[in-house]
C-alpha cells in the first residue's frame, strides 16, 4: 500500500486492487455468518449480530458489498465489470483459504481473525488521504466506505477484543488466538502481493 499512499500508481493498478478486492469484500459478510453459526452462546451470537449486520448492510449501513461497489464505481469501473472479472488465482486462493478456516476452527479463534482490524484504524485515515491528494479521478463518493467503516471501527474491534478476551482462558487458547490473527494478516499480505505482482511488476498493457 506504500505505492497507493504516495501517489505512485496509475489507475489501471488502482482499478485492479478494487476490483480483486472486491472477492474479499464479498466473502466479509459470509465469514462473519460462520462465525455467527457456529457460536453456541447467546449472548455472544447476540453481540456478533451486531457487527454482522453493518457488514451485511443492515439498519442505515451500507456494508463491505454495496459500500465496495459504490467505490469501484466512483473509481470507473461498472457493476458489471466488477462482478463478471476473474479475480487473480493468488486472492482466490487467499480468501477462499480464510473462509475455509473459520469453517474449520471454533468460532473463538475465528473471531479472534479479525483482531488484524487493529491495523485498519491508522491505515484508513491514510487510504482516505491518499485519494483526496493524489487519486482526484476517483469521484469523492468514493470516499463516503472508507468513512463510514472508520466511523465504527473502533466499536467493532472493541467487540471482537471484547469476547475473544473473555474466552482466553490459558495459553494454548491464547496461541491459536494470536495465530488465527496473523493468519488474517498474511491473507490480506497475499491479496495484496498478488496484485503487486501482476499489476506493478509486470506491469500489463
Not at 467505490?71 to 487473480?88: H, M, N, P, Q
Not at 476452527?105 to 491495523?119: K, Q
Not at 491528494?133 to 472508520?150: A, C, K, M, V
Request: aromatic content about 12%; proline content about 3%; hydrophobic content about 40%.
Amino acid at each position: 500500500m506504500k505505492l497507493f499512499y504516495s501517489g505512485k500508481l496509475t489507475p489501471q493498478q488502482v482499478r485492479a486492487w478494487i476490483v480483486n478486492r472486491y472477492y474479499y469484500q464479498r466473502q466479509v459478510p459470509v465469514k462473519d455468518s460462520v462465525i455467527l453459526a457456529n457460536c453456541s452462546d447467546p449472548e455472544s451470537r447476540k453481540l456478533w449480530l451486531q457487527r454482522l449486520m453493518k457488514r451485511e448492510g443492515v439498519g442505515g449501513y451500507r456494508g463491505d458489498v454495496e459500500g465496495w461497489a459504490l467505490f469501484a464505481e466512483a473509481a470507473g469501473i461498472s457493476r458489471d465489470r466488477l462482478e463478471k472479472t476473474e479475480v487473480l488465482p493468488g486472492v482466490r486462493l487467499a480468501v477462499d483459504a480464510y473462509l475455509n478456516f473459520v469453517k474449520t476452527v471454533s468460532w473463538v479463534e475465528g473471531a479472534a481473525a479479525s483482531l488484524s482490524e487493529l491495523l485498519a484504524v491508522d491505515e484508513l485515515p491514510k487510504r482516505i488521504e491518499a485519494m483526496r491528494q493524489h487519486y482526484g479521478w476517483i469521484d469523492q463518493r468514493g470516499l463516503e466506505f472508507f468513512l463510514e467503516r472508520l466511523s465504527y471501527i473502533k466499536e467493532d474491534i472493541d467487540l471482537v477484543f471484547g469476547l475473544v478476551a473473555s474466552r482466553i482462558t490459558n495459553r494454548e487458547t491464547l496461541r491459536k488466538c494470536l495465530n488465527a490473527a496473523v493468519f488474517s494478516c498474511d491473507v490480506h499480505w497475499s491479496i495484496l502481493d498478488s496484485v503487486y505482482m501482476k499489476y506493478v511488476v509486470s506491469k500489463p498493457r
